[in-house]
């Protein structure tokens, strides 16, 4: 009997990690599907308002100036963590070779220029030696990592079109409801946005660099944090990247449902002839009864939450196991992130609470499916969902009692926000106490 039952112990232990691949097979496959079918559908949308698609706007990219070359080179870094050093030496060369020749070609024809196309090529031309030269884990660590880079620049053309249809589909935004909410933090945007003029050019450059450049910060901690891809032969099952394309994907889903267009649009110079008063960031109004207002279709809706304090908070959170540079550097993103978002009137304060709790409600479900949930995990992403949730419903519809009691109300606001941050570090200390499973290196593959 002992001898049978360790029989079917031992079919039940190897059945397990098949099982598991299969699922993981269909579950990607899923994810797969799903994706390809709404940048399809994101496309067929921005036809509909007679704008480029993410599909046809990427497609472009390969032979016209691309919008943001810089991005492509970071997208390349990130595929090249599958890479040996001489592959990664062979592929920089390689896409600078090919920006080189494009510019030669269109300083000969008198056209634009600019570069990125060299590092979307040799993307590419990764993705066709996966499929036509590798075999096995070969070729599955190399699309991954050609997967990771184009993500990326996916998804930035996606939320470019994203934000054209928020501005095409929502003709009234919620400003009104949002600074009213605001006052219970004391209108912050006013307070910083005047710091910033006063510290003069230099301090708003300084910024205005940091707020530009925070996807090809977050592509440097990702580097840093897969920098042993090629060595181990497989990913991490969490990683910074994940947490942005989620944040990416989920956010401009809420721009849908809670439009607003910022101070420095609604109450600012930058909103032209739809601004209420040219008063940022000289003179907060004060609102007694707020309302719905009409917008352009040109402005996007994309303050509710902060999305650029999301991804600053997720770089912050990824970097605290890196080296001291890299962990003052992510502390430096988090602060200045958070004072250009304020500075330039493009957010409220309400919004940056909302961030928060957006980024660490988001964390917490990919560390858990990652981890398997437990009770901890459970608790915490429906902690940040319900203080989310009640953030919202609060700036919209208790918007004047916030601002008719700031005392009540502001506190209330960031110990919301306070108690998402405390619950997250006991969750992911107890997390961090329990052993992680040793990960089996794979062998190394050769790109040429």
Sequence with gaps: MRAISRYFSRIGSEAAPAARRQRR????????????????????????????????????????????????????????????????????GAAVGIDIAFALVRWAADAEQGYGNGPLWVILGCAVIAVTHRKGPERVLLLKG???????????????TWLLITSKTRPEVLDQYVLTADQALGNPSWLVGRMVDATGPV???????VY???????????VYQL??????????????????????????GIYMIFPVVGPIFAYGVDGGQWAVA???????????????????????????PSLHTAWAVAIF?????????????????????????????YHYGVDLVAGVVFTLTIEAALRSLDRGWDRAGVLLVVHGAVVF???????????????????????????????????????????????????????QFELV
């Design 146 to 160: 050609v997967a990771l880079g184009l993500l990326l620049v996916a998804g930035r053309k996606t939320g470019d």
């Design 389 to 443: 949730t009640a953030l919202l419903l609060s700036y919209r519809f208790l918007s004047m009692e916030m601002a008719d009691y700031p005392w009540v109300f502001g506190p209330l606001v960031i110990l919301s926000m306070i108690s998402v941050i405390h619950l997250y570090m006991r969750t992911a200390k107890k997390w961090e106490a329990e052993p992680a499973p040793a990960r089996q290196p794979k062998k």
């Design 212 to 222: 530009v450049k925070l996807a090809v910060a977050a592509v440097v901690f990702a």
């Design 203 to 209: 301090g708003a450059h300084v910024l205005d660099w």
């Design 227 to 252: 920098r042993n891809v090629a060595a181990e032969g497989r990913f991490p099952g969490h990683h910074l990247v994940r947490t942005f394309l989620v944040i990416g994907l989920l956010g401009p």
């Design 278 to 304: 040219d008063l940022w960031p000289n003179t907060a109004p004060e609102i007694t009864a707020p309302q719905l207002m009409p917008f352009d279709e040109i402005t996007p809706r994309n303050c509710m």
């Design 317 to 345: 959170i990824h970097s605290r196991k890196a080296p001291r540079l890299l962990r003052l550097a992510g502390t430096f993103w988090l602060i200045a992130t958070l004072a250009a978002t304020l500075g330039f009137g």
């Design 25 to 92: 097979v269909l579950l990607w496959t899923a994810v797969t599907v799903v994706g390809l079918g709404f940048l399809v559908a994101l496309e067929l949308a921005a036809r509909n308002y007679d704008l480029p698609g993410p599909i046809v706007h990427q497609a472009r990219e390969a032979i016209f100036v691309p919008a943001s070359g810089h991005l492509l080179y970071a997208s390349m870094a990130l595929m090249m963590v599958v890479l040996t050093w001489r592959q990664r030496f062979i592929a920089v």
